[in-house]
Protein backbone atom coordinates (compact mmCIF):
# COMPACT_ATOMS: atom_id res chain seq x y z
CA UNK A 1 0.00 0.00 0.00
CA UNK A 2 1.59 3.35 -0.72
CA UNK A 3 1.33 6.31 1.48
CA UNK A 4 -0.42 9.44 -0.47
CA UNK A 5 1.24 12.38 1.58
CA UNK A 6 -0.01 14.92 -0.53
CA UNK A 7 -3.67 13.96 -0.53
CA UNK A 8 -3.70 12.61 3.23
CA UNK A 9 -1.89 15.33 5.10
CA UNK A 10 -3.79 17.92 3.02
CA UNK A 11 -7.14 16.49 3.88
CA UNK A 12 -6.90 16.27 7.26
CA UNK A 13 -4.63 20.00 7.88
CA UNK A 14 -7.94 21.38 6.65
CA UNK A 15 -9.56 19.30 9.08
CA UNK A 16 -7.78 20.10 11.87
CA UNK A 17 -8.07 23.70 10.46
CA UNK A 18 -11.55 23.96 9.96
CA UNK A 19 -12.29 22.52 13.87
CA UNK A 20 -10.08 23.98 15.52
CA UNK A 21 -8.88 20.87 16.70
CA UNK A 22 -5.60 21.94 18.79
CA UNK A 23 -7.45 24.76 20.35
CA UNK A 24 -7.68 24.38 24.31
CA UNK A 25 -11.79 24.04 25.01
CA UNK A 26 -12.95 26.22 28.13
CA UNK A 27 -15.58 23.50 28.62
CA UNK A 28 -12.90 21.45 29.17
CA UNK A 29 -11.32 23.90 31.64
CA UNK A 30 -12.14 20.82 34.41
CA UNK A 31 -9.22 18.48 33.17
CA UNK A 32 -5.80 19.17 33.85
CA UNK A 33 -3.81 21.70 32.06
CA UNK A 34 -0.49 21.39 30.08
CA UNK A 35 1.24 24.48 28.43
CA UNK A 36 3.77 23.39 26.14
CA UNK A 37 5.60 26.16 24.57
CA UNK A 38 8.91 25.08 22.06
CA UNK A 39 11.72 28.07 21.51
CA UNK A 40 9.90 30.57 18.73
CA UNK A 41 11.62 30.59 15.36
CA UNK A 42 13.71 33.72 14.12
CA UNK A 43 12.03 34.50 11.03
CA UNK A 44 14.79 34.53 8.88
CA UNK A 45 12.75 33.46 5.71
CA UNK A 46 12.67 29.43 5.49
CA UNK A 47 12.57 26.55 7.60
CA UNK A 48 15.18 24.30 7.60
CA UNK A 49 15.71 20.45 9.18
CA UNK A 50 16.44 22.18 12.52
CA UNK A 51 13.03 24.02 12.47
CA UNK A 52 11.73 20.68 11.60
CA UNK A 53 13.81 19.09 14.63
CA UNK A 54 12.45 21.04 16.78
CA UNK A 55 8.87 21.65 16.38
CA UNK A 56 8.34 17.79 16.02
CA UNK A 57 9.48 17.31 19.59
CA UNK A 58 7.15 19.69 20.95
CA UNK A 59 4.17 18.68 18.67
CA UNK A 60 5.04 14.66 20.01
CA UNK A 61 4.37 15.90 23.94
CA UNK A 62 1.53 18.24 23.04
CA UNK A 63 -0.16 14.99 20.69
CA UNK A 64 0.67 12.74 23.88
CA UNK A 65 -0.61 15.29 26.77
CA UNK A 66 -4.16 15.29 24.43
CA UNK A 67 -4.23 12.00 23.98
CA UNK A 68 -4.13 11.35 27.63
CA UNK A 69 -6.53 13.92 28.16
CA UNK A 70 -4.91 16.54 29.12
CA UNK A 71 -6.54 20.17 27.82
CA UNK A 72 -2.92 21.12 26.34
CA UNK A 73 -1.93 24.61 25.13
CA UNK A 74 0.61 24.62 22.26
CA UNK A 75 1.33 27.80 21.11
CA UNK A 76 3.64 29.09 18.67
CA UNK A 77 4.83 32.68 17.77
CA UNK A 78 7.92 34.74 15.96
CA UNK A 79 10.79 35.65 17.76
CA UNK A 80 11.24 38.82 15.29
CA UNK A 81 12.44 41.62 16.88
CA UNK A 82 16.16 43.04 16.72
CA UNK A 83 18.97 43.46 14.73
CA UNK A 84 18.80 40.47 12.85
CA UNK A 85 15.63 41.59 11.33
CA UNK A 86 17.28 45.61 10.84
CA UNK A 87 20.44 44.33 8.96
CA UNK A 88 18.21 41.80 6.58
CA UNK A 89 16.24 44.38 6.03
CA UNK A 90 19.01 46.69 4.98
CA UNK A 91 20.81 44.00 3.16
CA UNK A 92 17.57 43.68 0.89
CA UNK A 93 16.18 47.34 0.71
CA UNK A 94 12.89 46.36 2.68
CA UNK A 95 11.31 47.97 5.68
CA UNK A 96 11.61 45.48 8.45
CA UNK A 97 8.76 45.29 8.85
CA UNK A 98 7.46 44.51 5.55
CA UNK A 99 10.35 41.83 5.84
CA UNK A 100 9.56 39.95 9.25
CA UNK A 101 5.95 39.84 8.31
CA UNK A 102 6.63 38.54 4.82
CA UNK A 103 8.69 35.95 6.15
CA UNK A 104 6.28 34.94 8.96
CA UNK A 105 3.68 34.77 6.33
CA UNK A 106 6.13 32.21 4.34
CA UNK A 107 7.47 30.37 7.00
CA UNK A 108 3.57 29.14 9.07
CA UNK A 109 2.19 28.00 5.80
CA UNK A 110 6.05 25.57 5.84
CA UNK A 111 5.17 24.47 9.37
CA UNK A 112 1.41 23.95 8.90
CA UNK A 113 2.84 21.74 5.91
CA UNK A 114 3.83 19.56 8.46
CA UNK A 115 0.87 19.48 10.37
CA UNK A 116 2.33 20.73 13.74
CA UNK A 117 -0.86 20.96 16.12
CA UNK A 118 -0.49 24.63 17.11
CA UNK A 119 -3.11 26.24 18.70
CA UNK A 120 -4.16 28.92 15.94
CA UNK A 121 -5.59 31.29 17.98
CA UNK A 122 -2.84 32.94 20.37
CA UNK A 123 0.08 33.12 17.72
CA UNK A 124 1.77 36.22 18.00
CA UNK A 125 5.26 37.99 17.05
CA UNK A 126 7.22 39.75 19.46
CA UNK A 127 7.54 42.18 17.29
CA UNK A 128 3.57 43.31 17.60
CA UNK A 129 3.31 46.58 18.34
CA UNK A 130 1.35 44.99 21.22
CA UNK A 131 3.75 42.45 23.16
CA UNK A 132 6.71 45.48 22.47
CA UNK A 133 4.16 47.61 24.58
CA UNK A 134 4.46 45.33 27.45
CA UNK A 135 7.99 44.68 27.05
CA UNK A 136 8.21 48.38 27.14
CA UNK A 137 6.43 48.34 30.43
CA UNK A 138 8.41 45.31 32.07
CA UNK A 139 11.48 47.32 31.19
CA UNK A 140 10.40 50.42 33.26
CA UNK A 141 9.15 48.72 36.13
CA UNK A 142 12.26 46.82 36.34
CA UNK A 143 14.61 50.12 36.13
CA UNK A 144 12.49 51.69 39.04
CA UNK A 145 12.66 48.46 40.66
CA UNK A 146 16.45 48.84 40.66
CA UNK A 147 16.84 45.57 39.18
CA UNK A 148 18.69 46.85 35.76
CA UNK A 149 21.98 48.06 36.17
CA UNK A 150 24.69 49.30 33.89
CA UNK A 151 28.25 47.73 33.40
CA UNK A 152 31.36 47.25 30.97
CA UNK A 153 32.14 43.90 29.72
CA UNK A 154 34.07 42.06 26.79
CA UNK A 155 31.04 40.52 24.18
CA UNK A 156 31.68 38.81 21.07
CA UNK A 157 31.35 41.46 18.07
CA UNK A 158 30.77 41.25 14.49
CA UNK A 159 31.40 43.96 12.22
CA UNK A 160 29.41 43.36 9.59
CA UNK A 161 25.91 42.56 11.70
CA UNK A 162 26.87 45.41 13.53
CA UNK A 163 25.77 43.32 16.73
CA UNK A 164 26.84 41.60 19.79
CA UNK A 165 26.68 37.43 19.58
CA UNK A 166 26.10 34.72 22.03
CA UNK A 167 28.84 32.35 22.45
CA UNK A 168 26.21 29.62 21.30
CA UNK A 169 26.25 31.83 17.97
CA UNK A 170 30.14 31.82 17.35
CA UNK A 171 30.98 29.34 15.16
CA UNK A 172 35.26 28.47 15.51
CA UNK A 173 35.55 31.93 15.71
CA UNK A 174 33.72 33.25 13.34
CA UNK A 175 29.88 34.48 13.38
CA UNK A 176 27.71 32.05 12.68
CA UNK A 177 25.58 34.48 10.40
CA UNK A 178 27.94 35.91 7.87
CA UNK A 179 30.98 33.87 8.72
CA UNK A 180 33.63 37.17 9.85
CA UNK A 181 36.36 36.19 12.19
CA UNK A 182 34.21 37.85 15.60
CA UNK A 183 36.63 40.63 17.30
CA UNK A 184 36.34 41.30 20.96
CA UNK A 185 34.69 44.14 22.44
CA UNK A 186 34.62 46.32 25.59
CA UNK A 187 31.01 47.46 25.47
CA UNK A 188 28.79 49.29 27.72
CA UNK A 189 25.19 47.62 28.03
CA UNK A 190 22.06 46.89 30.50
CA UNK A 191 21.38 44.08 32.25
CA UNK A 192 19.14 42.30 34.89
CA UNK A 193 19.99 41.39 38.11
CA UNK A 194 18.22 37.98 37.89
CA UNK A 195 20.04 36.86 41.02
CA UNK A 196 17.81 38.77 43.22
CA UNK A 197 15.36 36.51 42.42
CA UNK A 198 17.24 33.48 43.12
CA UNK A 199 15.63 33.19 46.27
CA UNK A 200 12.37 32.90 45.04
CA UNK A 201 12.54 30.95 42.41
CA UNK A 202 14.35 27.98 44.61
CA UNK A 203 11.04 28.22 46.40
CA UNK A 204 8.19 28.04 43.61
ZN1 LIG B 1 28.00 38.48 11.22
Excluded at 12 to 25: A, D, I, K, M
Excluded at 34 to 58: A, D
Excluded at 160 to 184: I, M, S, Y
Aim: a neutral charge; charged letters at 25%.
Amino acid sequence: MQYDSQSIEKKWQQFWNENGSFEPLEEECGKEKKYILSMFPYPSGRIHMGHVRNYCLGDAFARHFRKNGFNVLHPIGWDSFGMPAENAAIKHKLHPKKWTYENIDYMRKELEGLGLSFSKTREFATSDELYTKWEQEFIIRMYQEGLLYQKSSTVNWCEPCHTVLANEQVEEGCCWRCDTPVQQKRCQGYYVAITKYAQTLWMI
